[in-house]
């Protein structure tokens, strides 16, 4: 008799999570991010406008990339090229050693959130790769998290 995978090993794909895939959010995965610099306003509220049925979430993310693309141009306007003199591989072994740095920093953390777990208590390792932990600016976010946002970053 052949062994079955277990239900819990089974991966269920974003098509078949209720409520949480939209056409919008399909389009805007195909996207420049807002964090980039080339992030275009117009191509989300084309892809916004170009989806019939809209969800209040499809909306809200529409409004929190624009937001988010507003203030990283405006800050990106605002601070001259820090990394002018770099040449290309220098800026890129920056990037990667700053991103390395990142997650270094997260694991750490998220090594000392978890040793504050009572010992008796049980928690799966989902919980522990989940475990939130506040950076120097106050924000509390997954080391998987804030490795993602280092590298949209860059």
């Known amino acids: 008799m052949p062994l079955r995978k277990p239900a819990y090993l089974t991966v269920q794909?974003?098509?078949?999570?209720?409520?949480?895939?939209?056409?919008?959010?399909?389009?805007?995965?195909r996207l420049t991010t807002p964090m980039a610099g080339n992030f275009d306003p117009a191509?989300?509220?084309q892809a916004f406008g170009a989806v019939a049925d809209?969800?209040?979430?499809?909306?809200?993310?529409?409004?929190?990339?624009?937001?988010?693309?507003?203030?990283v141009k405006a800050l990106n306007?605002?601070?001259?090229?820090?990394?002018?003199?770099?040449c290309?591989?220098?800026?890129i072994a920056l990037g990667v050693a700053s991103t390395n740095r990142?997650?270094?920093?997260?694991?750490?953390?998220?090594?000392?959130?978890?040793?504050?777990?009572?010992?008796q208590s049980l928690a799966s390792f989902d919980y522990l790769a989940n475990l939130r932990y506040e950076n120097s600016y106050g924000q509390r976010m997954s080391a998987a998290d804030f490795v993602?946002?280092?590298?949209?970053?860059?």
């Not at 809209?54 to 203030?71: F, H, K, N, S, V």
């Not at 990142?102 to 777990?117: C, F, H, M, N, P």
Request: glycine fraction near 6%; proline fraction near 5%; aromatic fraction near 8%.
């Open 13 to 29: 794909h974003r098509r078949e999570l209720p409520g949480l895939e939209t056409a919008f959010r399909e389009k805007a995965r």
């Open 43 to 45: 191509r989300w509220k």
């Open 77 to 86: 306007q605002s601070s001259g090229p820090l990394f002018a003199d770099l």
């Open 148 to 154: 993602e946002t280092a590298v949209e970053a860059l």
């Open 102 to 119: 990142e997650y270094w920093i997260s694991g750490d953390s998220t090594v000392r959130e978890a040793k504050r777990l009572p010992e």
């Open 88 to 91: 290309a591989e220098q800026a």
């Open 54 to 71: 809209t969800m209040p979430q499809d909306r809200t993310l529409l409004d929190a990339a624009l937001w988010i693309g507003r203030e």
